[in-house]
């Protein structure tokens, strides 16, 4: 995706599934998704549920629990969108394009998608704005 500005760093994996294997046309409308969670007594639970977005299915789960995120297709195919290892973070363009600065600072402040050198190639001033594309800051006139 030619919007996506991330900052190299250890720990974060970006990827792309349009390598052949998943057409944009896949996000259009509603999906289902896989949510891979640990829970309370660490043993770790799948669900579904469907969204419009990758973005608006990872933010239905708790971000701290989440260890894996997938989107299901008609065919019974999966990709994988998010996966997490300890610090350690593997994410999908389709994901990250939408990701606000909130998304990472409220839940996933210690991992490796938190970063005040990605914040600044963006021009993310604050919480509510994108955290891996370019943010217009309008000027305004005193």
Same mark, same amino acid.
């Given at each position: 995706? $030619?919007? =996506?500005?991330?900052?190299?760093?250890?720990?974060?994996?970006?990827?792309?599934?349009?390598?052949?294997?998943?057409? *944009?046309?896949?996000?259009?409308?509603?999906?289902?998704?896989?949510?891979?969670?640990?829970?309370? !007594?660490?043993?770790?639970?799948?669900?579904?549920?469907?969204?419009?977005? *990758?973005?608006?299915?990872?933010?239905?789960?708790?971000?701290?629990? =989440?260890?894996? %995120?997938?989107?299901?297709?008609? /065919?019974?195919?999966?990709?994988?969108?998010?996966?997490?290892?300890?610090?350690?973070?593997?994410?999908?363009?389709?994901?990250?394009?939408?990701? $606000?600065?909130?998304?990472?600072? +409220?839940? =996933?402040? /210690?991992?490796? %998608?938190?970063?005040?050198?990605?914040? +600044?190639?963006?021009?993310?001033? /604050?919480? !509510?704005?994108?955290?891996? +594309?370019? /943010? +217009?800051?309008? $000027?305004?006139?005193?």
């Amino acid at each position: 995706m $030619e919007k =996506l500005v991330v900052v190299r760093r250890e720990g974060l994996k970006v990827f792309n599934h349009f390598d052949g294997n998943l057409r *944009p046309e896949a996000f259009a409308g509603r999906n289902v998704y896989r949510g891979i969670t640990k829970c309370q !007594a660490g043993f770790l639970c799948t669900s579904e549920s469907e969204a419009h977005s *990758p973005i608006e299915a990872f933010r239905r789960y708790n971000c701290k629990a =989440l260890q894996s %995120l997938e989107i299901v297709m008609a /065919n019974g195919s999966t990709f994988t969108l998010y996966a997490r290892m300890g610090k350690k973070i593997w994410a999908a363009e389709h994901l990250l394009i939408d990701m $606000e600065v909130r998304d990472i600072n +409220q839940e =996933l402040s /210690n991992t490796a %998608l938190y970063s005040q050198a990605q914040y +600044q190639a963006v021009g993310a001033k /604050n919480w !509510a704005m994108k955290a891996f +594309q370019m /943010n +217009q800051v309008e $000027e305004v006139a005193i």
